[in-house]
């Protein structure tokens, strides 16, 4: 099974097939716009606008499962982050990537990634603080931590890195670097 197997909502709700992308690198971000970590969008277009031209594509789906920091539908998102911080990038429709209501697309994804904790940096520490109240278990677990976690995508669909939301995006730009 790859990527290439699911097919994930349009903003406008039709279906859009992941095998679209095939042979792309593809870096798929579960993003709120209300969140301490929604600047990140502007590294993330830097990137894009950098390696699109290599064949990154970066995959952008809101959610609002976290601190509900993703409220309003999926125009009003949009309008947000290309008026804010100008996305060029597909952004798809609000999901779930955790419980029951998760997409299969994201289940796929934290059956197929680790959680290798998050970076020892301040914003690293409290969020290992907020998770531990929400879950004791939550080291032990591949569930998705928080918004702006990042799945890096082989070109033949495989999922090759997670970055937690307090992983630098110079070490998530490195390692694009290395996949392209």
Not at 46 to 72: M, R, S, T, V, W
Not at 153 to 172: L, N
């Amino acid at each position: 099974m790859s990527i290439y197997d699911f097919s994930v909502k349009a903003q406008d709700g039709s279906d859009v097939a992941l095998a679209d992308y095939k042979g792309k690198v593809l870096l798929i971000v579960n993003t709120a716009t209300g969140c301490g970590f929604t600047p990140q969008y502007d590294e993330l277009q830097d990137i894009y606008e950098e390696f699109k031209k290599d064949g990154l594509e970066i995959l952008d789906f809101p959610c609002n499962q976290f601190g509900e920091q993703a409220p309003g539908d999926d125009e009003e998102i949009h309008s947000f982050c290309t008026g804010r911080y100008g996305i060029t990038f597909p952004q798809f429709a609000k999901i779930d990537v955790n419980g029951e209501n998760a997409i299969p697309l994201y289940k796929w994804l934290a059956k197929n990634s680790t959680f290798e904790g998050f970076d020892k940096n301040p914003m690293g520490l409290m969020m290992s603080q907020v998770l531990k109240k929400m879950d004791k278990d939550y080291k032990n677990n591949s569930s998705i931590k928080w918004n702006f976690t990042k799945f890096l995508i082989s070109r033949d669909g495989q999922c090759v890195a997670r970055f937690e939301p307090t992983t630098s995006m110079k070490k998530v730009k490195e390692k694009i670097r290395e996949v392209l």
